[in-house]
């Protein structure tokens, strides 16, 4: 009996997700050109969804982790997710305005323009690592663009997702946004959507995109990978430390753009670790505190587990950075940990690692670097810690990532003026700011004939007149 209501139970989601999409498409086809001022007003709705109901979100997103950092989740999340809309609400006005663009030769007396339009109905899944800021921002683009959103958030991040479907729902009519709690991820990404984006593991990512195919439905896909930090000898090793480890232990290293492996100057390796084991005490004095975060759930921990032990039992040292921090499997609270004499054979550095373990390789100069970095696949975040614009230049132009920071570590998915993608094993398509208004736009090219096309002159039947204009414009140099 009970499998038969569960049956019932995922056909009513099943059916729930068709009817929504139903829904959606329709509005979108009597409606298919919001207005400027629709578009921040939607904007503005969702704002104020946001900061009214701050203290909420934090605690749903706490309650998914079992422990979440608070001010973690205000400064990586909601403030991010923030200033995102305030920001494209700035500039959402002039991204719709038709573009110019020039005019070929024989067409001269006409005009070319480009309309930015909405795509129509599209598919949001997001991770359960930054569940808020990985739904809002691509949501916050794609009501830019003037589209209609469905939401389907991580299976570890219902709390968030009920209360988001809830308040959101309060101020959106379900045909042009709606978070579908419990909607299978096999049911929503088949759905024949206009554009389709999704953060999560490069397996899953495949998964996607083959169901995506289906429909011929677009993709953005941001999928993560093992992000090499490089530091220099030129740059001070206790500095960099700092920054890093920083970045490398947010959300207990559940980051997809979080330093995944360093790679410091052999003259360095040892400022760098003494640096490390003075900095974390101060920081996390008891990672059995709110303000440590707990891995997402056993399966995750567990994994965690196994590969700091294989990397022991394949002789790395194993360097616990806070010396009176012990596991704590009930709360899932991982000690932090650096990993030296790693060796490719480890499963530390086969995988992105998604937790609080820090491997650090040591190198002797920049070619070294760059060959190893290139003999894996493309990452989708990339860290320079160098004060010389050579050695910056030599690893910049050598190497290939979705981003890059200089002289720390992940800031650049902040900069809302620059695009956020990755490239090959870590993603494609990119959004934030201007370009994720046109990811999620349709640049629709519009060319107005002139009154005198000059093209009659080129009606058949052709003669010899015909021949010499072709001669001429093919042998004129402009």
Not at 116 to 138: A, C, D, E, Q
Not at 223 to 238: E, N, Q, R, W, Y
Not at 250 to 274: I, S, W
Request: charged letters at 25%; proline letters at 6%; hydrophobic letters at 40%.
């Amino acid at each position: 009996m009970a499998q038969t209501v569960q049956h019932r139970d995922l056909a009513t989601v099943e059916n729930e997700a068709q009817r929504i999409f139903k829904l959606q498409r329709e509005a979108y086809l009597r409606h298919p050109y919001p207005s400027v001022d629709e578009r921040i007003d939607s904007l503005r709705k969702l704002e104020r969804v946001l900061v009214d109901n701050t203290a909420a979100i934090a605690e749903a997103i706490n309650a998914d982790f079992g422990h979440r950092s608070v001010e973690e989740t205000e400064v990586a999340e909601l403030f991010t997710s923030i200033d995102g809309v305030r920001d494209t609400r700035k500039h959402v006005k002039r991204w719709m305005a038709p573009q110019k663009r020039h005019v070929s030769v024989l067409f001269a007396t006409g005009s070319n323009r480009v309309i930015p339009m909405p795509k129509g109905v599209v598919g949001i899944v997001s991770p359960w690592n930054y569940p808020l800021f990985l739904t809002i921002s691509p949501l916050t683009s794609i009501l830019a663009a003037g589209n209609r959103a469905m939401i389907k958030m991580a299976s570890n991040s219902q709390h968030l997702a009920r209360l988001l479907a809830e308040k959101l729902g309060a101020v959106f009519a379900e045909d042009q946004v709606a978070v579908l709690p419990g909607v299978r991820a096999q049911d929503f990404s088949t759905l024949p959507f206009d554009h389709l984006i999704f953060t999560g593991s490069a397996d899953a990512g495949r998964t996607v995109m083959r169901s995506a195919a289906e429909n011929l439905t677009p993709v953005t896909l941001e999928l993560g990978g093992k992000s090499p930090t490089i530091v220099c000898d030129d740059f001070d090793a206790a500095e960099a430390a700092s920054r890093i480890l920083y970045a490398k232990y947010l959300n207990a290293g559940q980051t997809c753009l979080a330093p995944d492996y360093v790679m410091v100057h052999e003259g360095k390796r040892e400022a760098f670790v003494a640096a490390a084991k003075r900095i974390m005490p101060e920081r996390y004095p008891d990672i059995a505190s709110q303000q440590y975060t707990s891995v997402i759930d056993d399966k995750s921990y567990n994994r965690l587990r196994a590969t700091l032990e294989d990397a022991r039992a394949k002789g790395a040292e194993i360097i616990p950075l806070i010396p009176s921090a012990t596991f704590d499997d009930k709360l899932r609270k991982f000690p932090p940990h650096m990993i030296l004499d790693v060796t490719d054979d480890m499963v530390v550095m086969q995988n992105e690692i998604f937790g609080p373990l820090l491997p650090v390789k040591t190198y002797r100069d920049l070619d070294e670097v760059v060959a190893y970095v290139n003999s894996k696949d493309r990452p989708l975040g990339f860290y320079v810690f160098t004060n010389s614009q050579a050695a910056e230049d030599k690893l910049l132009y050598s190497t290939i990532s979705g981003g890059v920071t200089i002289n720390n570590c992940m800031l650049h998915v902040a900069q809302h003026d620059m695009p956020f993608g990755g490239i090959g094993a870590s993603g494609m398509g990119q959004y934030h700011g201007h370009e994720g208004f046109l990811e999620f736009s349709k640049l629709r090219p519009v060319f107005k004939g002139p009154k005198l096309p000059l093209l009659k002159m080129f009606y058949p039947p052709y003669t010899q007149k015909h021949r010499k204009i072709l001669d001429l414009l093919i042998k004129h140099k402009p």
